[in-house]
């Protein structure tokens, strides 16, 4: 990786640590945020379109847009991913406006960074009692009592009682500002609702934007993920554990807690169990070490013995699949599998390239997703070579003459029948 785009990685994870959410939003919206000059404007692409490949955009859409989804959303939502998949694969600069960026990157609650939506969190299910509430109510209720009181002696009594409620210990922590704003305006909208009415409506508002605020982060980590992944300057090899989890260490608590990140899974896992899809039961967890270390070994025979560039990219893509499908961690195991392609890359001096197991501007999803089901049962020629045919793609290695003009990779069918569902893969 050259040392400019390092420099700009390292810049951008400093934003983001510093601002959470609101330096991801940024980044896609502000083309001149982190970059020093002109020149640096194709590397700053380069980041974006690694980041974006790393974010299931379906699962993201639905969560910020259509978590209510109906019959009559489908076909808009299928628009909305498609015009945003249009826009991440093209060779414009990648700019998202603000209904885009809701989309992507919804946080309706304006917090900042993850120890604010953790002690909102916590404040708002373990000590937001219907008591507090009724408290926000009358205060709320006072206030709009109070702006069209002409009594003075009645708007003294008001002012009194808005005081004295606003000084309860239960509402002195800045969270409790946050569902203050929400409870007002909900008493706004519907002035002549009950109290308990209004408890549920601010319950149901709460509840979904904590839910996309949580979204928001997770897709935060995985950025800072993905950025970590992209920070090794020299052409040596890695050590696959150690990389592992330094990659899940940028995992924060929305995501994952402390002692699942790193460490490997203690629970049983199985692989399939889809509709028509028989049941796997995955290697116990007690091996796990011992097939990490399998892996380190067949990397550094990859590292040493690939004859050429296309070879090297078959063997470290067998690897990925690999890892992907021992499900070594709790969670997030296809998001570090990626992280750790892009770092065997960089370790023989190959420029990573946008790869994503949920879509591809080159290959159709159906391709993709018959050449990971392949990988699951131990066929891994399909993934190796639509890997080879993304990194021709993106010039990381050359054309083959006698290709050129040909159709992309056919799609090829398992037991012979046509794939037939577009399940995203998870």
């Known amino acids: 990786m050259n040392d400019n785009i390092i420099k700009l990685v390292e810049k951008l994870k400093t934003e983001i640590d510093n601002r959470g959410i609101d330096a991801v939003r940024e980044f896609f919206s502000n083309p001149r945020m982190i970059a020093n000059n002109l020149a640096d404007s194709q590397d700053v692409e380069y980041i974006k379109r690694m980041i974006m490949a790393q974010l299931h955009v379906h699962s993201m859409v639905v969560s910020h847009k259509y978590h209510e989804l109906n019959f009559e959303d489908k076909e808009k939502l299928a628009e909305d991913v498609s015009r945003l998949h249009r826009k991440i694969d093209s060779n414009n600069i990648l700019l998202f406006d603000n209904e885009e960026l809701d989309m992507l990157f919804g946080n309706p609650l304006g917090i900042k ?19 507090t509430f009724l408290k926000m109510c009358d205060i709320e209720k006072d206030q709009m009592t109070l702006s069209s009181c002409k009594n003075p002696f009645k708007r003294f009594l008001l002012s009194q009682r808005i005081k004295k409620n606003v000084n309860h210990y239960s509402l002195a922590p800045l969270e409790a500002q946050v569902v203050r704003k929400i409870v007002s305006e909900e008493i706004s909208k519907n002035p002549l609702a009950d109290q308990f009415l209004i408890f549920k409506m601010v319950s149901q508002r709460m509840d979904r934007s904590l839910y996309e605020a ?50 490997y899974r203690k629970k049983e896992t199985y692989l399939g169990g889809g509709i028509g899809q028989k049941k796997i039961k995955n290697i116990e967890p007690e091996k796990i070490p011992e097939e990490m270390e399998k892996l380190q070994l067949e990397y550094m025979d990859a590292y040493e013995n690939s004859k050429d560039m296309e070879e090297y990219i078959k063997r470290v893509s067998r690897i990925f699949a690999k890892f992907v499908y021992l499900q070594p961690f709790e969670d997030c195991n296809k998001r570090t599998g ?54 021709k793609k993106e010039g990381r290695i050359a054309q083959n003459k006698e290709n050129e003009g040909k159709k992309p990779l056919e799609m090829q069918k398992p037991n012979g029948k046509d794939v037939e569902n577009k399940a995203e893969i998870e």
């Open 214 to 263: 949580g979204r928001s982060f997770e897709a935060t980590d995985i950025i800072k993920m993905t950025l970590s992944s992209l920070r090794n300057p020299s052409k040596e090899p890695i050590n696959i554990i150690d990389a592992c989890k330094s990659y899940r260490r940028e995992l924060g608590e929305v995501y994952s807690l402390m002692d699942e990140k790193i460490d």
């Open 113 to 131: 960074n993850q120890r604010e939506y953790n002690k909102l969190n916590n404040y708002y299910y373990n000590m937001y009692s219907y008591d």
């Open 338 to 391: 990626i992280c750790l392609l892009n770092a065997m890359f960089q370790s023989k001096g190959i420029k990573p390239v946008p790869f994503s197991v949920t879509h591809s501007k080159y290959l159709s999803y159906e391709v993709f997703k018959n050449a990971y089901d392949r990988a699951g049962q131990g066929e891994y020629s399909a993934l190796e070579d639509v890997m080879v045919e993304v990194c």
